[in-house]
Every structure is written in structure tokens, then in C-alpha cells.
T-cell receptor, first 116, second 112 residues
Framework: DVKVTQSSRYLVKRTGEKVFLECVQD?????MFWYRQDPGLGLRLIYF???????EKGDIPEGYSVSREKKERFSLILESASTNQTSMYLC???????????????FGEGSWLTVV | GDSVTQMEGPVTLSEEAFLTINCTYT??????LFWYVQYPGEGLQLLLK?????DKGSNKGFEATYRKETTSFHLEKGSVQVSDSAVYFCALSVKNTDKLIFGTGTRLQVFP
């Protein structure tokens, strides 16, 4: 089975702190994603990476950065956490292949971040 | 730009009732379409998918048909169970990328 593991399920951080959310996948997938999930807004893409050291902004990249130094690991960084970044963060991975093959995305269990 | 619109929830049903969750999309070209399900406290998992017009995806008694003429991918199940209570997300793949765009999700609550 594909496994996407997010290191922290629940975090509480203070405003202004630097926050790292870590994600590891064990299926040698090229693509990795960070989504944010909020009630009434669904999932919104923050960043994705299609290869080591490659990254591309999603729909809501402001206030976030990412790092992909190894194929299996994709980190989301909040440089200076703010209360409006309180949310559920979902990491995902998928093989490269494009939409014609109907590739699916595999998700981790999510990280609940509260910024106080 | 590409987008997915889902019916608002929650949808509340009695066990064994018929379920429909509406999903329509706007996209360039012909995307692949997906339904994902999120059970309480868990991440999302793929429920079913369809990659071209008139394809029917099915899994665990759920079905959805890719309708190009109405740009829809409605999720149906003939007889829901309490264990189907979850949030359901419709999604499409963005043309020439590996990205997915999700709808806002529809919460389903099934009571005995």
C-alpha cells in the first residue's frame, strides 16, 4: 500500500514562530503536494513539486515556502505563522503521468495546526 | 479557470436511502474526474474515477458517470449505510499537469 506519512497530527504554535510540516512518501512518486483544507473552501493547493528541488506555486502560496531535497520528503514551511494559517494541512503524492492516465493522488492523514 | 462545484451539505439520510451528490465542472479540454472520500479523522482516499466521456466509475456500491454534455459527474448510491457517513469531494485533473482541483466537499450523515 502507498503510504504518505505526515510527522505531526496536531500542533499548536505561537504567532510569529517558524513552523515546519514534514511529509514522507514511500512509493517513489515524482509528484508531491501540500493542500490546505478549510470548512466551506474545500482543498486549496499551496505548493507542489514534480521532482527533487523543483517546486511550483499553487493557488495560495503566500506566507508559505517548501523544500524538497530528497524525492521522498516534502516540507512545508510557515516562515512567520499567523492566526489565519490555523487549518488542516494535507500532504499528497502521485506518480508522474498526466491527466490522460487518470493518475490518482494519495493523501496523508493531515496535520491540524493551530496558531495562537 | 478550471473549477468544480458541489452541492452544499450536509446531506442527511436514513440508512438504505438513495444518495445523489451533485458535481459539475468547468475545464479546458477533457479532464479526468474523481470522487474522493474523507472519513472522520482521516485523510482523503480515492473512491472512484473516470478518464473520458461516458465512462462510469464505480466502487463500494457508489457510481458516477462522466457526462460531457452536462459537464457533470454526480455521485450515486442505491442504499447508503451508516458507515458511509463522511465528507465527499469531487475533483478534476488540470489539463497537461498532474494537479487536481477539488470542490468544497459535501458532508453525508447517515442515521440508522
Amino acid at each position: 500500500d502507498v503510504k504518505v506519512t505526515q510527522s505531526s497530527r496536531y500542533l499548536v504554535k505561537r504567532t510569529g514562530e517558524k513552523v515546519f510540516l514534514e511529509c514522507v512518501q514511500d512509493m517513489d512518486h515524482e509528484n508531491m503536494f501540500w493542500y490546505r483544507q478549510d470548512p466551506g473552501l474545500g482543498l486549496r493547493l499551496i505548493y507542489f513539486s514534480y521532482d527533487v528541488k523543483m517546486k511550483e506555486k499553487g493557488d495560495i502560496p503566500e506566507g508559505y515556502s517548501v523544500s524538497r531535497e530528497k524525492k521522498e520528503r516534502f516540507s512545508l514551511i510557515l516562515e512567520s505563522a499567523s492566526t489565519n494559517q490555523t487549518s488542516m494541512y494535507l500532504c499528497a503524492s502521485s506518480p508522474r503521468g498526466g491527466q490522460t492516465s487518470g493518475n490518482t493522488i494519495y493523501f496523508g492523514e493531515g496535520s491540524w495546526l493551530t496558531v495562537v | 479557470g478550471d473549477s468544480v462545484t458541489q452541492m452544499e451539505g450536509p446531506v442527511t439520510l436514513s440508512e438504505e436511502a438513495f444518495l445523489t451528490i451533485n458535481c459539475t465542472y468547468t475545464a479546458t479540454g477533457y479532464p479526468s474526474l474523481f470522487w474522493y472520500v474523507q472519513y472522520p479523522g482521516e485523510g482523503l482516499q480515492l473512491l472512484l474515477k473516470a478518464t473520458k466521456a461516458d465512462d462510469k466509475g464505480s466502487n463500494k456500491g457508489f457510481e458516477a458517470t462522466y457526462r460531457k454534455e452536462t459537464t457533470s459527474f454526480h455521485l450515486e448510491k442505491g442504499s447508503v449505510q451508516v458507515s458511509d457517513s463522511a465528507v465527499y469531494f469531487c475533483a478534476l485533473s488540470v489539463k497537461n499537469t498532474d494537479k487536481l482541483i477539488f470542490g468544497t466537499g459535501t458532508r453525508l450523515q447517515v442515521f440508522p
